[in-house]
């Protein structure tokens, strides 16, 4: 991770064993800007309040080292994640990014959220 970045990773048990369920990280831009990476949470464990925890963790992480804005990116085509981040107060500024990503072009939207 870079200098001034974070890592998170969420540990779920069941049945006495645990496993990763959900992984985030936050990449310094600036000074007080912030991209939040590698959001995954296991399909098992969506819907459970996990991908929320981990964001709002990482936030307040962001707030405290001086970061004053995050902002993420989404493929276009994916739906559910754009109105996930809309519900945590991110704001969608930008539907004309393309990403290189295995051998094509993907249209990501870009989100951003003052903190």
Do not use: C
């Not at 800007?33 to 709002?56: F, L, T, W």
């Not at 754009?82 to 500024?93: D, E, I, N, S």
């Amino acid at each position: 991770m870079a200098p001034g970045g974070n890592f998170l990773v969420a540990v779920g048990t069941k049945d006495g064993s645990s496993k990763v369920v959900g992984i985030i990280g936050l990449l310094r831009e600036s000074e007080d800007v912030a991209q939040i990476r590698r959001v995954y949470v296991d399909p098992n464990y969506q819907r459970m309040s996990v991908g929320r925890k981990m964001i709002a963790e990482l936030e307040s992480w962001a707030k405290k080292n001086g970061v004053k804005s995050v902002f993420l990116t989404t493929n276009a085509n994916n739906e559910k994640p754009q109105a996930f981040y809309a519900a945590l107060g991110y704001t969608k500024v930008d539907e004309g990014q393309y990403l290189w990503v295995d051998s094509l072009y993907h249209r990501v939207f870009k989100f951003v959220k003052q903190l």
